[in-house]
């Protein structure tokens, strides 16, 4: 049984680079669940992209009929518009963010999934919950770290460990 799910996402990072968090709302039915973290560096991209990867690996059941609700023209065009599959073709040179793209792919395969691209601040209830999440996450005493961010140009990250 395919089942229809409606996930929303955002993200954000104060500085970009600089502390970001993401917020996701999947909705099912009468189930609901809200899933938000906090980055101490990271990018505004990487945490618009790393919401719509959360809400999708929270699914349990591969076939699900999902449609993700972002106001992130970089995600939602990357797939919609074919941008991402010429990226993956090209073996992602030159690409950023490569490590969550792959990491994309690997569960959007798993499902039949559409974007919508709705615009931010406008009053649509729960991409404002997404975008509360995602800045006070980003604003937490406990800030994770995005491992995968790197400077450009600089194939290490900035910190290993916390820095108070």
Same mark, same amino acid.
């Given at each position: 049984?395919?089942?229809?799910?409606?996930?929303?996402?955002?993200?954000?990072?104060?500085?970009?680079?600089?502390?970001? *968090?993401?917020?996701?709302?999947?909705?099912?039915?009468? #189930?609901?669940? &809200?899933?938000?973290? *906090? !980055?101490?560096?990271?990018?505004?991209?990487?945490? &618009?992209?790393?919401?719509?990867?959360?809400? %999708? +690996?929270?699914?349990? /059941?591969?076939? =699900?009929?999902?449609t993700i609700y972002t106001d992130s $023209?970089?995600?939602?065009?990357?797939? +919609?518009?074919?941008?991402? !599959?010429?990226?993956?073709? $090209?073996?992602?040179?030159?690409?950023?963010?490569t490590d969550l793209w792959k990491r !994309? %792919?690997?569960?959007?395969? $798993? #499902?039949?999934?559409? !974007?919508?691209?709705?615009? *931010? #601040?406008?009053?649509?209830?729960?991409? &404002?919950?997404?975008?509360?999440?995602?800045? &006070?996450?980003s604003l937490g005493n406990v800030l =994770?770290?995005?491992? *995968?961010?790197?400077?450009?140009?600089?194939?290490?990250?900035?910190?290993? /460990? #916390?820095? +108070?």
């Open positions: 049984m395919a089942y229809k799910i409606t996930i929303y996402t955002d993200g954000t990072a104060r500085g970009n680079p600089g502390p970001g *968090g993401y917020g996701v709302v999947l909705i099912c039915g009468s #189930h609901r669940l &809200e899933k938000t973290e *906090g !980055f101490r560096l990271t990018t505004n991209n990487r945490m &618009e992209l790393l919401a719509v990867i959360t809400g %999708l +690996e929270a699914l349990k /059941q591969p076939g =699900s009929n999902v $023209k970089y995600v939602a065009d990357a797939v +919609e518009k074919g941008w991402l !599959f010429r990226w993956e073709a $090209k073996s992602f040179r030159k690409t950023k963010n !994309f %792919l690997k569960i959007y395969r $798993k #499902h039949n999934v559409k !974007f919508i691209w709705i615009k *931010g #601040h406008a009053g649509h209830p729960e991409n &404002e919950l997404c975008d509360r999440m995602a800045v &006070e996450s =994770s770290e995005d491992t *995968g961010y790197k400077p450009d140009g600089d194939d290490v990250t900035i910190f290993s /460990q #916390h820095v +108070e």
